[in-house]
Nanobody
Framework: QVQLVESGGGLVQAGGSLRLSCAAV????????MAWYRQAPGKQCELVAE???????TYSDSVADRFTISRDNAENTVYLQMNSLKPEDSAVYYC????????????????WGRGTPVTVSS
């Protein structure tokens, strides 16, 4: 009943920028945290950035000076602005959110998007 839909990935040259979006759709009562993870081939999945329901962000050390996470609670959407991209940023980026829903019954669960690929060329 709840789905996360990512968009905005693509191919960009090193030093360029991309803006990722993730919209939560369904029978949503509220959304707690929203986050972005990424996984590159042969590497473990890592947390990139997270934002609370009040808008307080946290970042991994590798992206803290280049990426910005934000959210629009009215639209149930989280964004990731990625600047000064490096080849090592290439990965599939996944949106995650803790969502309170009301159908088929009231519950709180963590949901994941299908991922949007980002490729940074050198």
């Amino acid at each position: 009943q709840v789905q996360l839909v990512e968009s905005g990935g693509g191919l960009v040259q090193a030093g360029g920028s991309l803006r990722l979006s993730c919209a939560a759709v369904g029978s949503i009562s509220s959304i707690n945290y929203m986050a972005w993870y990424r996984q590159a081939p042969g590497k473990q999945c890592e947390l990139v950035a997270e934002i609370t329901d009040y808008g307080s962000p946290t970042y991994s050390d590798s992206v803290a000076d280049r990426f910005t996470i934000s959210r629009d609670n009215a639209e149930n959407t989280v964004y990731l602005q990625m600047n000064s991209l490096k080849p090592e940023d290439s990965a599939v980026y996944y949106c995650s959110a803790e969502v309170a829903s009301w159908r088929p019954e009231s519950r709180v669960a963590v949901y994941w998007g299908r991922g949007t690929p980002v490729t940074v060329s050198s």
